[in-house]
């Protein structure tokens, strides 16, 4: 069994996931309190601020994927180590 994960990929995913977080977030900061419009501007202020939090969120569980990952990855080499070690204990080869 192989686990195959781009590691740099991953992270560089939840940089940007992290990065467009941080563009809504100025951009909501941006959106002046009243734009003649009624209550418009508050309203698209509302909800850029939810996705925002949605974006940060992602960003933060792709981080916390990719700790899983490599946790399993570690698991996985550890245990075929000792699968191995075990195996040559039992078994003996000869060329």
């Not at 995913?13 to 734009?35: G, K």
């Not at 419009?37 to 698209?44: E, H, S, W």
């Amino acid at each position: 069994m192989s686990i195959n994960v781009d590691h740099a990929g991953l992270r560089a995913v939840a940089s940007e996931l992290q990065d467009a977080a941080t563009d809504l977030d100025a951009s909501c900061a941006s959106i002046p309190a009243s734009t003649g419009t009624g209550d418009a501007a508050p309203l698209l202020a509302s909800i850029l601020t939810t996705f925002s939090g949605t974006v940060a969120h992602l960003a933060l569980e792709a981080h916390l994927i990719g700790e899983r990952v490599q946790e399993c990855e570690d698991a996985y080499v550890e245990t075929d180590g000792a699968v191995s070690t075990r195996l040559s204990s039992v078994f003996e080869v000869s060329s």
